[in-house]
């Protein structure tokens, strides 16, 4: 079975900082990755996500992620934060085997919080 | 195009009564599943349905949880005799087909006192 580790519970930045959220997972088989975001008071929303191809993804709000298959790694980066980044962040994995790639497993979540 | 609607948002039961919690998916989705998020915890699956049928409820506790998402209708995830372990946030999400993007509703917050 497939287990994912955010191993920040929180993570406080300035504005304009530099940010890295980092989500480990641990599967035997091929996975597909995917990191969202949760407002205060609202449901997650996708971020991006890895499927195949190249392991560089990229948000439309500035966010990238990539995947290291040898780290079994897909940390979340971006450069520079805004005040409206505050939210939890969740990775997700879900495994490309058996016709389960519907069954999401999450990680506990990491609270970025900007600062300014 | 609505989001995934639940409701109630929050909802408190006393030890023994139900929950009934309902979930609305996005129109042209016919794919639900229900996911637990435990305090402290990452969210975790439940199950999942597709029109009339349960898939895979391999993530519903065997006792006392209930799901189905009728023809016609809004998805229910029922509890029934909640206990306070059952406290948590649970949500909801839907997908076109079997394979795509989840998109999640914003969690009902069930507290059982």
């Known amino acids: 079975a497939q287990s994912v580790t955010q191993l920040d519970s929180q993570v406080p930045v300035f504005e304009e900082a530099p940010v890295e959220l980092r989500c480990n997972y641990s599967s035997s088989v091929s996975v597909y990755l995917f990191w969202y975001v949760q407002y205060p008071n609202q449901g997650l929303q996708l971020l991006l996500k890895?499927?195949?191809?190249?392991?560089l993804v990229e948000s439309i709000n500035g966010f990238e992620a990539e995947f290291n298959k040898s780290q079994t790694s897909f940390h979340l980066r971006k450069p520079s934060v805004h005040i409206s980044d505050t939210a939890e962040y969740f990775c997700a994995v879900s495994e490309d085997s058996g016709g389960s790639n519907y069954k999401l497993t999450f990680g506990k979540g990491t609270l970025l919080t900007v600062n300014p | 195009n609505a989001g995934v609607m639940q409701n109630p948002r929050h909802l408190v039961r006393r030890r023994g009564q139900e929950a009934r919690l309902r979930c609305s998916p996005m129109?042209?989705?016919?794919?639900v599943y229900w996911y637990r998020q435990l305090p402290e915890e990452g969210l975790k699956f439940m199950v999942y349905l597709q029109k009339e049928n349960i898939i895979d409820e391999s993530g519903m506790p065997k006792e006392r949880f209930s799901a189905e998402f009728p023809k016609e209708g809004p998805s229910i995830l029922r509890i029934q005799q909640v206990v306070r372990g059952d406290s948590a946030a649970y949500f909801c999400?839907?997908?076109?087909?079997?394979?795509?993007?989840?998109?999640f509703g914003p969690g009902t917050r069930l507290t059982v006192l």
């Open positions: 129109k042209g989705h016919s794919h």
């Open positions: 890895y499927l195949s191809g190249s392991t």
């Open positions: 999400a839907s997908s076109p087909t079997r394979a795509d993007t989840q998109y």
